[in-house]
């Protein structure tokens, strides 16, 4: 009895010692992953460049254009409106669809205007393909009632600018010509001609990402001073402001600009696969290294884009 009792005690004992191991050692890996849960990860940078990023865009709105041309006598001209600013002179010349038919309005008309000395000239204006200060306009069917247009744009930035015309006519690609008690002045030389149609829609833009790649914010730490002729080490912070998990897929790529004498523009991937999932309210600290040309001069600034739609992005100052 005396005998199994001593055993009993030294069970007792050696499993007590284990206890303690086995809490003693959970004890010091929790702080082991807490003291590397507080300890900020560096994600190294990587030398590997990329191609330049363009944003991919919305197609534009287009208008049906499945009607037959215009015809001159489908149309009337339908008045006309000048518009003045910043050394801009633009003039807009409608036509309404007076007939019972949906008809096409597309190509460059011709112009015919009567001069003050009674006699009938015809303009020569530069074919405007897409846009120009005052916008597009692009090929559209017009139905019965409605109307269409083109532009004349140019610049009255000159010591004189042209003459005056009146009875402006319009040379339809349809055929025929539209006649009209419309006036006519010319700007300085150069002015251009828009088709004819429709003013061109542009799609709303987007609201800003409440999620992914694009909800992230983008901080830069520079150093002081930054020396021509080395290697520019910095810092970049991305944040996650959402209350999801953020995920550096696909990965992207990021734009470097620093300012000087000359630009230098870099494009590189980041380091994704040394990255983690960045959490809710989280951020990942990415190294980066800039070679600095020795002609660059005193840098000025730093722009740097993450190139993915919506673009965060930061412009720092050295030692700001």
Not at 84 to 109: A, I, K
Not at 253 to 279: D, K, S, T
Request: hydrophobic share 40%.
């Amino acid at each position: 009895m005396a005998g199994s009792y001593a055993d009993a005690m030294r069970t007792a004992a050696v499993l007590v010692a284990l206890v303690t191991t086995i809490v003693s050692a959970c004890g010091a890996g929790a702080t082991h992953s807490r003291q590397a849960a507080g300890r900020p990860q560096l994600v190294p940078w990587v030398d590997r460049p990329a191609p330049v990023y363009v944003a991919p865009q919305p197609p534009l709105p287009r208008y049906p254009t499945t009607a037959p041309p215009c015809q001159a006598s489908q149309l009337r001209a339908a008045g006309s409106r000048v518009g003045v600013g910043m050394g801009n002179v633009m003039e807009q010349f409608s036509f309404r669809n007076v007939s019972r038919l949906t008809c096409l309005l597309r190509g460059f008309t011709r112009l015919s205007v009567e001069s003050a000395a009674g006699r009938r000239v015809r303009l020569r204006a530069r074919p405007a393909y897409g846009d120009t200060y005052s916008g597009s306009i692009i090929p559209a069917d017009i139905g019965p009632g409605r109307t269409g247009e083109f532009l004349l744009v140019g610049t009255d930035m000159c010591d004189r600018a042209g003459p005056r015309y009146t009875a402006a006519a319009f040379g339809v690609p349809g055929g025929g010509w539209v006649s009209s008690d419309e006036p006519l002045t010319t700007p300085c030389p150069g002015w251009q001609i828009t088709s004819l149609g429709l003013p061109q829609r542009y799609p709303n833009a987007p609201p800003h990402p409440s999620r992914g790649l694009g909800a992230l914010t983008v901080s830069v730490r520079l150093p002081a001073r930054i020396r021509p002729g080395s290697s520019l080490r910095y810092l970049v912070v991305l944040r996650n402001p959402t209350h999801s998990v953020i995920r550096l897929r696909p990965c992207p790529r990021y734009e470097e600009l620093l300012f000087g004498a000359v630009v230098v523009q870099r494009e590189y991937w980041l380091n994704c696969a040394a990255a983690r999932p960045i959490g809710s309210g989280a951020d990942e600290r990415f190294a980066m290294v800039l070679s600095i040309p020795s002609g660059i001069g005193e840098p000025g600034k730093l722009s740097w884009v993450l190139g993915v739609p919506d673009s965060p992005a930061a412009v720092v100052f050295p030692g700001g």
